[in-house]
C-alpha cells in the first residue's frame, strides 16, 4: 500500500500486543537499580498503607472500647509517623520515577532519530515528512505514561492486591469470597472493550499522522498556498482532515470509558455481596463493627488497585499504537546499505562507467534502460533532456542512493556496492537545485561541507566561488545568521553559499543540479563563474540548464525516455540536427 499521501492512513506491520510491550520493556532493563529502588519505596509505603487499618481497628476495638486514652494518643503518633515517612517516600518515588521515564523516551527519540537519518532515499519517498515527525514526537510521548506506570502500577499493586486477598482470607474467608464474587465479570467485561478499543485507538493514531503530516506540509508551502491564494481549498482539507481525526478520537474515547464503568460496577457488586454475607448469612452485628470497618476498607483496598490496574491497561491499550509505529520505524532495514566486507573507496581520481543499467523506482515502471557510459577523470558532462526523462537518477545511482536493478556502476573500477557508503558519499559533492541552508551562521552553512574546515578554508572557499564580496556586505559577516532555509537571502546569494559549501568539501567527483530560477545578470555572472570554479579539475555531472555550462562542457549526454540517445560536444550535436538540436533550438534560439 502507498504511504506517500497525507490523507491516506499508514500501514504499520501487524505485531502482537505482548511483542510490542516486551520490546517497550526492555528500555527499562537499563534502570534497575532505580526500579529496585521505586519497588522498594512502593513495598513500604503498601506496606504502611496496610497497617493502617488494622491501627485503626486496634484503636477503636481495643483502646477506645476500653478507654485507654494514653495507649491511642501512642498510637496516633505512631501513626502519625509512619504517614510523614510515607508522604516523604511518595515524593522520591515521583522523582525518581519521572527521570527514569523521561530518560527512557530520549533514549527511544534518539535510537529514533538516529535509525531514521540512515533510511535510503526510497523511505522518505514514500512517506510525507509531517508522518516521520509525528512518530519522533507524539508517538514517543505516548509512552510516557505507560513506562512510568508499568514500575508504579504494576508490580506494587500487584502485591498490594495479593496481600490484601491473603489478609481478608485469613480474618474471614467467607466475607473474603464474597467480596471478590464479581471479579470473572469485570475480567470478561475489560477482554471484551480492550478488543474493539485497541483497533480504535490505531485508527485515531493514523488520523493524528495524517493530520500533522498536512499541517507540517502546509506551512512548509505556505507561500505557494498564499500567492495562489487557496487559503480557502486548504481550510476545508484541514477542516476534512480535523474531522476525522475527531471522529476516531471520540470513538475510541467512548469505548475507553466502558472501562471504569466495569470496574466500578464490580467493584460495587463485591460491595454488596460482602455485606449482605456479613449481615445475613454470617449475622454480623453491633459487637464486631471494627471487623465490618475493616473489611470496608480491604475492600476498598482490593479494589482501588485494580482500578489502577485496569487504568493501566487502558494507557497500554491507548498507546501501544504509538510503539507499534515507532518499532516499525526501527524495524525499517535500510534499502542501501553496506555489505558485510566492503572496502574503503580509496581516493578517487574520477572514472565513473555504467554498465548496462536499467533501474526503476516502482517495479512496473522502468526509468532508465541499459544504459552504458565511461566517463574520464576531470571530465565535465553535461545532462540535458526533456523532464522525466531520467538525467537525476543517473546522478542518483551515482552516489548510489538507490541501487540498480540490473548492470553495474563502477567508479576507478571499484562497483560502488563494494565499498562503504560513507567512503564513497564523502568523496561526492551533491548540489542539489534546493540550496538547502540551515539556520545558523553563514560559517556554520559552509562548513558543513567540512565539519573541520578552519575559518581561513572557509573564506578561500567562498572567494573561489564569488561568494566572499557579497557575504562581507551581510550585517555581521560570515557570523550572519541565516533564518531557517536561508529565506533572508536572494536566490543567487543561496546558491553562491551552497557553492562555498560543496567547494570547501573539496570533492573528486561533483554532482550538480544546476537551478533553473533566474536571477539578476550581475549575480548569474557570479553564479556562472562559480560553478566554473566548482567543476575545474574534478569530474562533473551537471544537469545544465545554463547554456554557459553546456557549451563548456566536454561532453553532453542527451537523455530521452531513460536511454543516452545523443552523446557529444554542442557543436557536434547541433550538425546533427537530433533532439539535442531541437532542445537547444526550442530553450536558446532567443539568447
Ligand atoms: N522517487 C521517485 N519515485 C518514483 N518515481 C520517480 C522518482 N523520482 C523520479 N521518478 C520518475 O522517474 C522518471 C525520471 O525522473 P528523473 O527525475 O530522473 O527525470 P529528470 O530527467 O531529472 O527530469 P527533470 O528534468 O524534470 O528533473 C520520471 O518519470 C519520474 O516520474
Not at 546558491?495 to 543540479?513: E, Y
Request: aromatic share 8%; net charge neutral.
Amino acid at each position: 500500500m502507498s504511504i506517500n499521501a497525507i490523507k491516506e492512513d499508514e500501514h504499520i506491520s501487524s505485531v502482537s500486543k505482548k511483542d510490542t510491550l516486551v520490546r517497550l520493556f526492555k528500555y527499562l532493563l537499563a534502570y534497575r537499580s532505580t526500579i529496585f529502588s521505586v519497588i522498594l519505596i512502593m513495598l513500604t509505603t503498601v506496606a504502611i498503607s496496610i497497617i493502617n487499618p488494622l491501627l485503626i481497628e486496634r484503636a477503636i476495638d481495643v483502646h477506645i472500647a476500653n478507654k485507654d486514652i494514653k495507649r491511642l494518643l501512642m498510637l496516633i503518633g505512631f501513626a502519625l509517623g509512619l504517614n510523614i515517612i510515607f508522604i516523604l517516600l511518595v515524593k522520591l518515588r515521583m522523582y525518581l520515577m519521572a527521570k527514569m521515564s523521561n530518560d527512557v523516551l530520549l533514549r527511544i527519540r534518539q535510537e529514533l532519530y538516529t535509525h531514521i537519518q540512515k533510511l535510503s532515499f526510497n523511505f522518505f519517498d514514500s512517506r510525507p515528512t509531517g508522518k516521520i515527525l509525528a512518530r519522533i514526537i507524539g508517538d514517543v510521548n505516548s509512552l510516557k505514561d505507560v513506562l512510568s506506570d508499568s514500575v508504579t502500577t504494576l508490580i506494587p499493586d500487584f502485591v498490594t492486591i495479593v496481600a490484601v486477598v491473603i489478609i481478608m482470607l485469613v480474618k474471614n474467608w467467607r466475607l473474603a469470597l464474597a467480596s471478590l464474587i464479581s471479579l470473572p465479570l469485570m475480567l470478561c467485561g475489560l477482554w471484551f472493550i480492550e478488543t474493539r478499543s485497541h483497533v480504535r485507538w490505531r485508527i485515531h493514531r493514523k488520523k493524528s499522522s495524517n493530520l500533522n503530516a498536512f499541517i507540517h506540509e502546509s506551512l512548509s508551502g505556505i507561500r505557494i498556498i498564499q500567492s495562489f491564494t487557496a487559503e480557502n481549498e486548504t481550510e476545508e482539507d484541514f477542516d476534512h482532515l480535523l474531522k476525522e481525526h475527531r471522529g476516531s478520537f471520540i470513538s475510541a474515547i467512548l469505548i475507553n470509558d466502558a472501562f471504569f464503568s466495569v470496574v466500578d460496577i464490580s467493584w460495587g457488586l463485591g460491595t454488596i455481596a460482602m455485606y449482605f454475607v456479613a449481615v445475613k448469612v454470617l449475622g454480623i452485628g453491633a459487637g464486631n463493627v471494627g471487623t465490618l470497618i475493616s473489611f470496608g476498607m480491604y475492600i476498598g483496598m482490593f479494589w482501588r488497585p485494580i482500578m489502577n490496574l485496569s487504568n493501566f491497561y487502558n494507557k497500554i491499550i491507548t498507546n501501544i499504537s504509538g510503539a507499534e509505529r515507532i518499532f516499525d520505524i526501527l524495524d525499517t532495514k535500510p534499502e542501501i546499505e553496506d555489505r558485510a566486507n566492503v572496502i574503503e573507496m580509496p581516493e578517487i581520481k574520477g572514472e565513473v562507467t555504467f554498465e548496462h543499467v536499467s533501474f526503476a523506482y516502482d517495479e512496473d515502471t522502468p526509468v532508465l534502460n541499459d544504459v552504458s557510459f565511461v566517463v574520464k577523470p576531470g571530465e565535465t558532462i553535461a545532462l540535458v533532456g526533456p523532464t522525466g526523462a531520467g538525467k537525476t537518477t543517473i546522478v542518483n545511482l551515482i552516489s548510489r542512493f538507490y541501487d540498480v536493478q540490473q548492470g553495474n556502476v563502477y567508479i576507478d573500477g571499484y562497483n560502488v556496492k563494494d565499498v562503504s557508503i560513507e567512503s564513497l558519499r564523502k568523496q561526492m559533492g551533491i548540489m542539489t537545485q534546493d540550496n538547502f541552508l540551515f539556520s545558523g551562521t553563514v560559517k556554520d552553512n559552509i562548513r558543513y561541507g567540512r565539519l573541520d574546515a578552519k575559518d581561513e578554508e572557509i573564506i578561500e572557499a567562498a572567494k573561489a566561488v564569488n561568494a566572499h564580496d557579497f557575504i562581507m556586505k551581510l550585517k555581521d559577516g560570515y557570523d550572519t545568521e541565516l533564518k531557517e532555509r536561508g529565506s533572508g537571502l536572494s536566490i543567487g546569494q543561496r546558491q553562491l553559499i551552497a557553492f562555498a559549501r560543496t567547494m570547501v568539501s573539496m570533492p573528486k567527483i561533483l554532482i550538480l543540479d544546476e537551478a533553473t530560477s533566474s536571477i539578476d545578470t550581475h549575480t548569474e555572472l557570479l553564479v556562472q563563474q562559480g560553478i566554473e570554479a566548482l567543476l575545474k579539475g574534478r569530474t562533473s555531472f551537471v544537469i545544465a540548464h545554463r547554456l554557459s555550462t553546456i557549451s563548456k562542457a566536454d561532453r553532453i549526454f542527451v537523455i530521452d525516455k531513460g536511454k543516452i540517445l545523443e552523446e557529444g560536444t554542442s557543436s557536434e550535436l547541433l550538425a546533427k540536427k537530433g533532439l539535442y538540436y531541437d532542445l537547444y533550438m526550442a530553450q536558446f534560439k532567443n539568447i
